[in-house]
């Protein structure tokens, strides 16, 4: 735990120096205990700033400064200060021309968040470059300039192993190239590390996670599925030279975005902030077998941040209501979906490195250029205006709205937003009631 935690955080004589006589710090307790399920506690005091984490060995639990235990404090410390802790990726999008605009996104899990902080731009796509500032957790502050600032409090990556690949993700690959630490995956009979989805043929011999024989008939995986590395974001090939700003980044969008096969279009933007912080509240992604056994089932994730807010959810969207109110230029924001299907159940986007083409339009779109429709969900790109040069993309599909699946969408958020009660603020309501009726007088 130490020695990965001296990877994931900026810690040590600097830091002491830094923090000084100041008691306004983080107590985490880690213990392994006897790793007994009858005996473990992961505890949150979000009030005392405390972390309890005893009986478990799962990384993101023992890694106190992870998303389960940072987010959970600091959503509830930064509602005390101004500020918003977020589940969020952010990365940089530098144009041909050299000027950089930074984007912040929140995605559930399974839906790409990775892959678009450390995207590489397709072969169509020359000129165009994507800096990664973090992968995982954002803290977001409003400037002096009336603008949102972003910095990654992570000083290294904890990803799953399994799957990643030159393929998959050459950029998280690239960083593993020398100081890493590996938990829980297979070894090679020479030392080397090995998991299911690398690169090349899967070996005749391994030894596996549990530190037994293993061969391609063994009939069990050779690495743990959530078997992990650890490493440095200053390994990674895509690491943004502003990863270190103690300012952090200024924020031109946010991103939210779910895994659904219909309903939502490729692409839109929000009208305004409380429109887009309804967007975020009412976010949902189709759940896969991994996550609950059922699939398909439409699961409310606002802002990825159901499973890591540390105070009562209503309040959390007040707080963003609130903090819009200090940004004179606040960012414009977006809800994407890379996962929509047609009707026999192939993706209509390809995704991965040609995400970029929609990065494109949303930073047009901030700069005042892109052009854009207005649907009763939110502009949406104009016919021309995505640049899908070399693809086979039917766009209209892409992008439509279909009244019919939106009156099912609307119920399952009047149901969802009904479950917090008195306390689920006013304007949201409000933001659900006004597309209904632009949807009704767009059908």
């Not at 935690?5 to 006897?34: K, P």
């Not at 549990?210 to 590395?229: C, D, L, V």
């Not at 996550?291 to 540390?310: H, K």
């Not at 939110?378 to 693809?391: E, F, I, K, Q, Y």
């Amino acid at each position: 735990v130490v020695a990965n935690m001296r990877m994931m955080t900026r810690m040590g004589d600097q830091a002491m120096a830094f923090l000084g006589d100041n008691e306004e710090f983080v107590r985490g307790i880690h213990s392994l205990g006897d790793l007994s399920p009858d005996r473990r506690y992961i505890c949150h005091f979000p009030e005392k700033r405390t972390i309890w984490r005893i009986g478990s060995g799962y990384g993101g639990n023992a890694l106190l400064g992870k998303k389960c235990h940072a987010l959970r404090i600091a959503s509830a410390q930064a509602r005390d200060e101004g500020w918003l802790a977020e589940h969020m990726l952010i990365l940089g999008l530098e144009s041909p021309e050299g000027d950089v605009m930074h984007i912040a996104a929140a995605f559930p899990s399974a839906c790409g968040k990775t892959n678009l902080a450390m995207l590489i731009p397709p072969e169509s796509q020359k000129g165009w470059k994507v800096w990664t500032v973090g992968d995982d957790i954002a803290w977001l502050h409003p400037g002096e300039d009336g603008r949102l600032w972003a910095i990654n409090p992570e000083a290294g990556m904890f990803g799953v192993a399994p799957g990643t690949s030159s393929r998959t993700n050459p950029n998280a690959l690239g960083a593993l190239g020398h100081d890493v630490i590996y938990t829980n995956v297979a070894l090679r009979p020479d030392g080397t590390v090995w998991w299911e989805g690398a690169d090349g043929p899967t070996p005749e011999h391994l030894t596996d996670w549990k530190g037994q024989p293993w061969t391609p008939t063994t009939g069990s995986p050779a690495a743990h599925p959530n078997s992990r590395f650890t490493v440095s974001i200053k390994q990674c090939p895509s690491v943004s030279p502003k990863v270190e700003e103690p300012k952090g980044v200024p924020i031109d969008a946010i991103i939210f975005g779910g895994r659904r096969a219909n309903v939502m279009p490729l692409v839109f933007e929000a009208f305004d902030w409380a429109h887009g912080v309804y967007v975020g509240s009412a976010m949902g992604s189709e759940t896969t077998a991994a996550a609950t056994g059922q699939v398909g089932i439409v699961r409310r994730d606002p802002m990825a941040m159901r499973p890591f807010c540390g105070y009562n959810m209503a309040s959390y969207f007040s707080h963003w209501l609130h903090v819009g109110t200090e940004l004179s230029k606040a960012p414009k924001i977006f809800h994407v979906n890379w996962f929509r299907k047609d009707q026999d159940g192939k993706f209509l986007w390809p995704g991965f490195g040609d995400n970029l083409r929609v990065l494109r339009w949303i930073r047009e779109r901030c700069l005042g250029t892109g052009a854009a429709d207005k649907s009763p969900i939110g502009w949406v790109p104009s016919r021309g205006a995505l640049d899908t040069t070399g693809l086979r993309v039917d766009l209209d599909a892409l992008l439509r709205i279909d009244t019919d699946e939106w009156k099912t969408e609307l119920q399952g958020r009047y149901e969802w937003f009904d479950e917090f009660g008195y306390v689920f603020p006013d304007q949201l309501m409000q933001e659900l009631e006004k597309e209904e009726k632009r949807l009704k007088r767009g059908a």
